[in-house]
């Protein structure tokens, strides 16, 4: 049942009327089970990309509840909030003694209204769900995060397990695992979907965050980016090809960090400092968006081609980094190049447990000659283990080099 409770108030220069969404919402049905699960009794945060469910979950966790819903995308919210943030106060005031729970969608767009949130935790009987799509203005400006009140939680684009059977690994390499894409019939409507979201993102979430003042040399690094996905990041040579400075190019890689839209893969060294020192490597957040920024989501995905094996890659190391975050483990993740140019893909560090030296091949069919480099460098690393995960569906043990697919050898690494 969803009722609608609209009163009139007076603010400054002008009227408005404003509309109150008290939410039942136990009658809608959650295609997919997500893995993250929210406190029944302390306010959070929820981070996440555009078009990661956030909403959706939400209103699936209080299917039970009556909440109090507050979207800052809806402009006449927006606004009202804007000219008079305490607005929100007199709502709150307006609810009836059984709502508990306040959800305000897109928090980083008002900032301000923290301080609101910390007040009222401190000193009301609500709790509050803050969802985000960028963590930016939080992070960079001088925002309430209520100093520890309120815990923070990160939502992905789908993992397997939560598509379970629908799950078909061609598809989310080709398409990527987004929510709305399970709902799209067609190749066309999904390349529409995932060329719009992109639009979007340029549109919406870069320039309202307006730390950009041209948009174009950031059109041209994002296209860049996306091409060397995957690969040690050459901030000279990206400047060169933006027509950029390389402090610039270092802030649009924290911008779609600071925008989730992907994540910074620190080069592995005993010493911090030393890995500092270093370049990283950077992973967009999802297959799909991945292939809408490189311009090839009309090009067919083949086994056992370089395309496909760097799809695979991404899919499995964003697989792992999603999982390792749901199931609240303090794993570090870092890559490994030699002098020599050998490279592991992916350095797992677990407390009390040995390092995860991770090889990830797109064969269906491993051989020793597959592993030889993983092998010689395992030795050299103390406290390690060494993974092959691979489509080779037969687990399979090369000297001391663990050989498994891919989904047996998320369980294996403790996800």
């Known amino acids: 049942m969803i009722c609608r409770v609209i009163r009139n108030w007076h603010c400054g220069p002008i009227d408005f009327v404003h509309i109150v969404w008290y939410i039942n919402v136990g009658h809608l049905y959650s295609m997919f089970n997500r893995l993250l699960k929210f406190p029944k009794k302390s306010s959070f945060f929820l981070f996440g990309p555009r078009g990661s469910g956030k909403t959706h979950l939400l209103k699936s966790w209080f299917s039970k509840s009556h909440i109090l819903y507050v979207d800052l995308l809806d402009p006449d919210i927006f606004q009202t909030l804007s000219l008079r943030p305490k607005s929100l106060l007199d709502q709150l005031a307006a609810l009836p003694k059984s709502t508990h729970w306040v959800v305000i969608d897109e928090i980083q767009k008002l900032p301000l209204l923290l301080d609101l949130v910390h007040q009222q935790i401190e000193s009301s009987r609500f709790q509050f769900a803050l969802t985000g799509s960028s963590a930016r203005k939080l992070k960079h400006g001088s925002a309430n995060l209520l100093a520890g009140r309120a815990m923070v939680y990160h939502l992905f684009a789908l993992t397997a397990n939560e598509i379970g059977e629908k799950f078909s690994l061609s598809s989310a390499l080709r398409w990527g695992t987004l929510p709305r894409l399970y709902s799209l019939t067609t190749n066309e409507e999904k390349k529409d979907y995932l060329r719009s979201y992109t639009h979007t993102y340029l549109q919406e979430e870069i320039t309202q965050e307006q730390v950009i003042r041209r948009l174009d040399p950031f059109r041209r690094f994002l296209f860049i980016a996306a091409q060397m996905s995957g690969q040690i990041i050459n901030f000279a040579k990206i400047a060169r090809e933006t027509g950029s400075s390389v402090p610039t190019v270092q802030t649009y890689f924290q911008i779609l960090e600071d925008t989730l839209i992907g994540f910074l893969l620190d080069p592995f060294h005993e010493s911090i400092r030393k890995r500092q020192r270093e370049n ?75 390092r995860a030296l991770v090889e990830i091949k797109s064969t269906d069919r491993i051989m020793p000659e597959d592993v030889r480099s993983l092998k010689t460098i395992a030795s050299d690393i103390p406290n390690s283990e060494a993974f092959c995960l691979s489509l080779d569906p037969i687990a399979k043990k090369i000297e001391k080099v663990h050989c498994l697919p891919w989904f047996r050898g998320l369980e294996e690494l403790g996800l």
């Open 280 to 354: 990283p490597k950077f992973y967009f957040f999802d297959t799909g968006i991945l292939r809408s920024l490189t311009q090839t989501l009309t090009v067919d995905l083949v086994p056992q081609t370089y395309a496909f094996g760097i799809a695979f890659e991404h899919f499995l190391i964003n697989e792992i980094h999603r999982l390792a975050n749901y199931r609240k483990k303090d794993y570090r993740f870092s890559y490994l190049r030699t002098k020599d140019g050998v490279e592991i893909d992916l350095i797992i560090e677990r407390p009390a447990l040995k």
